[in-house]
């Protein structure tokens, strides 16, 4: 079984930043992916960004330039810079871990971005 722990949401104003951490615990397989995921209020759940074990990355066209994703595969741990946030990315940011045909997520962690 694998656990995900985020930290990190909060409030901050439009424009403002915030690190999102993730660490993973149990049994994790060297080889995965590790990403973000956001919900807003009435939507879908969506993919802000992913990287594997090897390091590559994937955004969303929204976020690309303003949010960086990286890990510290010793610690199995995933971070999500963002900056210059929008009000329209306020939501419960969960972390999301694949590996095996398995999937897990935390229990997320909110983001709000005032005007």
């Known amino acids: 079984q694998v656990q995900l722990v985020e930290s990190g949401g909060g409030l901050v104003q439009a424009g403002g930043s915030l690190r999102l951490s993730c660490a993973a615990s149990?049994?994790?397989?060297?080889?995965?992916?590790m990403g973000w995921y956001r919900q807003a209020p009435g939507k879908q759940r969506e993919l802000v960004a992913s990287?594997?074990?090897?390091?590559?990355?994937a955004y969303a066209d929204s976020v690309k330039g303003r949010f960086t994703i990286s890990r510290d595969n010793a610690k199995n741990t995933v971070y999500l810079q963002m900056n210059g946030l929008k009000p329209e990315e306020t939501a419960v940011y969960y972390c999301?871990?694949?590996?095996?045909?398995?999937?897990?997520w935390g229990r997320g962690t909110q983001v709000t971005v005032s005007s």
């Open positions: 999301n871990l694949k590996h095996d045909f398995s999937a897990y």
């Open positions: 990287i594997t074990s090897r390091g590559e990355t």
């Open positions: 149990g049994r994790i397989l060297s080889i995965n992916t």
